[in-house]
């Protein structure tokens, strides 16, 4: 069956189509195609608390494109999903509704609580976990998520008004230090022996810089080691020396900052950075909801 999912994120919009079948107790998601549009709703809401005229423009914009897309791929089932900025701009209701009536693209925005479950689910079906805890963090544009399975079943789980746009525009908080510490220290028992797995477009970019393949462990040492080179360079120089977009280089040091913040809690010394999105989430629950 062909899927399609759109994730309209804080910083980005994207369009996944997949090929989907089921394997035993796996399934196996066959990317077709991609699409990004760097939209950045998130430097108006976190700045404004409003999606502005233009950015609704251009998403609507996009949308309309990435719809074409997904019918020309002869998408069978699409769901397209809001997340961080969508839930916190005050006319985030009146603007999905307003692009779902001129594009008929409708736009689901979903809690925190989903957004972790549906990158948990997508984890979880996809991936082999070398133990049967695990912690899956995703950092995002608005929002970060933390979901978990303990001893073979689901977990807490949790989403922190905290992703790179955000921080970009508001700072790194104290608040948000202490919410992310004692969420861990109330949730995340100590003793267990873990598998963490790292999501999100910085993670993985951050992945490759190193070096490593999708199978091999990104250490938290070497991650601090980047992170302090990191410090010292300007936008334009992180640009030159990491082959990065100007809309990747601002953000990815504020997506180390909160994965080095949330690890300091965990008893684990590395994570896995999966191939694996929201939108791969988002596909796998239209596949068992199909029951196919």
Known sequence: MRLGAIDIGSNAVRLHVYDIVQNNSKIILERMFAHRFPIRLGL????????????????????????????????ETLRSVATSAFRDAANGRQVADYITQSTS??????SGEEEAGLIRAGIVALTETQTDSCIMI?????????????????????SFNAGTVRILAQGFTDGIRHEM???????????INYTVFATGGNIRRIHKILGHSEVDPLKLPELRDLRSEMDNMTLEERMARFNLNADRA???????DLFLELMK???????????????????????????I
Not at 105 to 110: K, L, N, P, R, T
Not at 138 to 158: A, F, K, M
Not at 181 to 191: G, H, S, V, Y
């Open 181 to 191: 510490a004692e969420w861990i220290e109330n949730n995340i028992p100590k003793e």
């Open 105 to 110: 693209v409708g736009i689901d925005i979903i």
């Open 250 to 256: 601002d953000v990815i040091v504020p997506a180390v």
């Open 138 to 158: 995703d950092v995002g544009g608005g929002s970060t998520e933390i979901s978990t399975v303990l001893n073979g079943s689901n977990g807490p789980s949790y």
């Open 265 to 291: 809690g965990i008893p684990c010394e590395e994570l896995y950075v999966p191939e694996i999105t929201l939108s791969d989430g988002v596909a796998c629950a239209l596949f068992f909801q199909e029951g």
């Open 44 to 75: 108006d809401v976190f700045q404004i608390g409003n999606i502005s005229e233009e950015k609704t423009s251009e998403l609507r914009a996009a949308l309309e494109t990435l719809h074409f897309m997904a019918a020309e791929w002869q998408v």
